[in-house]
């Protein structure tokens, strides 16, 4: 798996978690839904992703987004 996919597939786990902690404990956890959404956004833009420069120093291969 490359970091392309692993970055989408813990940016949609986050979400899905996110979502669910703020529907059945409190709705900040909304906090972290519009957190990850902004940074996916950024990373877009400037190919920047703390997430991917992680996963590259432990040796993923890369995929075409994060060379």
Known sequence: MSIDRMVLAFAG???LISLTLGI???PYW?????FVGLNM???AFTRFCPLA?????????PGKAFD
Do not use: E, N, R
């Open 24 to 26: 059945w404990v409190h």
């Open 53 to 61: 420069i992680f996963l590259k120093k432990l040796g993923v291969a």
């Open 30 to 34: 909304f906090a972290l839904t519009a």
């Open 13 to 15: 786990f986050m979400v």
């Open 41 to 43: 956004f950024q990373a």
